[in-house]
C-alpha cells in the first residue's frame, strides 16, 4: 500500500450544503484557488446536475484549475442525465473526475429508491461505464454503505471496479459507525473483493456522533487512502471529517500511521478563516487546530510546563498551522514595511491596491487602540474581503439612543458603486434600528434569527465580531463583521447577510436533488 493519503475536499459540494452555507461562484472560485495553494489532491467542485448555478461554478473551476496538478470532480447519481451534465462542466478541465452514488444500504433500497439487489448492481454497472464516456478517473459510493450488510456490499464494490472504477468510496452517510465497525468494514472489503488492488479506497465519515474524524482515521489504518474531508467539518446536518484535524493527526502521529499529505499546513489557519468568513459560519473557540483557543494555556500547571518547554503541553507548533494567537505585534508608529512583513506572515499576499487599503485601515484602528495584535490584523484585512463584490455597502451612518429616546438610525449606502439616498428608521434599539434602516434601503424585509457578539482580542478597546443569522424566503444566510465599535460591526454584518439574500432571490432557489425520494 502506498504511504501517501489523498486528500479530497468536498467543502464546495457536501459543506456547501450545511444551511446558510450557500456560496456563489465568485466566492467557491475563490475557495477553489485556496484549496489548490492549501495542496488538496481532488476538489469536489459541485453536483451539476442539482442547478444551473451550480454547473457553471463546476465549469468555471473546472476551466480555471482543472490544468494542475489538482483534479476537479463533479458529483452525479447513477442517472445518465446527472453523468452527462456532470461531464459537461468538467470538459475543460485536464484533471478530471466524475463521482457517481447509488444507494446500497437495506433502509434505502426499500424505503427511497424500492429497488432490489440486482437492480442497484445493474444500475451501478451503468453508471460507471457511462462516466468512462467522459473520464478514465471514477469513483463510486455505495451511499450508505456503513449500514450495509458486508456480502452484498463486497458485491457491488466488485462490480463497480469492474465497470471501471478507479476509486470505491465507503461512506458513512449517516454517522452511524463507529471507529471499530468502519475498521472491519473496509479490512472485509480489502480481503473479499478480489479486483480491490485496481481501485483506491476511500472514506467519507459524517460527524453525528462526533466520530467523523475517528471513523476516518480507522478506515485509513484498515487500508484506505484515501480521505473525503471539508474545511472546519462543514457539512449536512453535524458536518463531515474536518480537513485540518485529519491532516494535523497524520502529521503530528506519524510514528503510529507512518503516512503523509501534500498539504502545506501552514494555510490551514487561513483557509480556515476564509471559509468561515465566507459561509458566515464562525468556528467554535475550542475547536481543535484551528479555534481561537487551540494553543491558549490558562491552568497554572500548563503555564509553568510552557515556560519550561513547549513540548510539555504542546503537540503541534503554533506556526506549523499559521496560527494567529494574540500576540502584540504592531503600534501607530510602524511603517508599512513592518505591516507588509506581518501581513505575509499571517499568510496574505496582498495586491498594492488590497495592501494600501489594509494599511489605511490598520492606521484608522492604531488611533482606536492602543495593542494591535496578529487577530486584529486579519480581521481588518477579512472586513475587506467580498466588499467589491457586494451590492451594497456602507458609506457612513449615524445613531441616536438613550433613555426617554426613541432610538434612531440614519444610513448610506452605495449600490454597485453608486452612491444612494440616505434614509432612517426607528428601533427598540440603535442595532435594531440600523437593521430597520438597511431593510429600507435594500426593500428586504428578513427575519432575524440569531445574532452573537464576541471579542476578538482582549481589553476593553477589542475589537467585537458579530455574526448575524437572517430568514428570507425560506432560506437562511448568515453575515459576520468586526469593528471596535459594535454598532457598525453589526450594521456590517447584517448588511452582508441581506447582499447574500439577493443573490439567492435573483437566481432559482437551489436544490439538492440526492436527497429526494
Known sequence: MSDRVIIFDTTLRDGEQS??????????????????????????????IASPGDFEAVREIARQFGQGSTTICG???????????AGAALEAAANRRIHVFLATSSIHRELKLKMDKSEIIRRTIEGVTRAKQFTSDIEFSPEDAARTELDFLTEVVTAAIDAGATTVNIPDTVGYATPHQYFTAISHLKKHVPNIDRAVIS????????????????????????????????????GNAALEEIVMALRTRTDHYRLTTGINTRRLCGISRMVSN??????????????????????????????????????????????????????????????????????????????????????????????????????IIENRTGETQDRWNILRFHTSAGTGMVPTATVELSEDGQPMEPDAATGDGPIDAV?????????IHARLQNYQVRSLTVGKEAQGEVLVEIEYQNQVFHGRATSTDIIEASARAYLKALNKAAIARANAPKEHPQHSA
Open 19 to 48: 444551511p446558510g452555507c450557500s456560496m456563489n461562484t465568485s466566492e467557491k472560485l475563490e475557495v477553489a484557488a485556496a484549496l489548490v495553494e492549501l495542496g488538496v489532491d481532488v476538489i469536489e467542485a459541485g453536483f451539476p
Open 278 to 379: 465566507i459561509t458566515g459560519m464562525l468556528v467554535q473557540r475550542n475547536k481543535a487546530i484551528v479555534g481561537q483557543n487551540a494553543f491558549a494555556h490558562e491552568a497554572g500547571i500548563h503555564q509553568h510546563g510552557m515556560l519550561q518547554d513547549r513540548s510539555t503541553y504542546e503537540i503541534m507548533r503554533p506556526e506549523d498551522v499559521g496560527y494567529s494567537g494574540t500576540s502584540l505585534v504592531l503600534g501607530k508608529h510602524s511603517g508599512r514595511h513592518a505591516f507588509r512583513d506581518r501581513c505575509g506572515q499571517l499568510g496574505f499576499e496582498l495586491a498594492d491596491t488590497q495592501f494600501e487599503q489594509a494599511y489605511q485601515d490598520f492606521t484608522v484602528l492604531c488611533d482606536k487602540k492602543k495593542n494591535v495584535y496578529d487577530a486584529d490584523i486579519v480581521a
Open 435 to 443: 437593521f430597520n434602516t438597511l431593510e429600507r434601503l435594500t426593500k
Open 75 to 85: 458529483l452525479a447519481r447513477c442517472r445518465n442525465e446527472d453523468i452527462d451534465r
Open 203 to 238: 472514506t467519507h465519515c459524517h460527524n453525528d456522533l462526533g466520530l467523523a474524524v475517528a471513523n476516518s482515521l480507522a478506515g485509513v489504518e484498515a487500508g484506505a487512502r484515501q480521505i473525503e474531508c471539508t474545511i472546519n467539518g462543514l457539512g449536512e446536518r453535524a
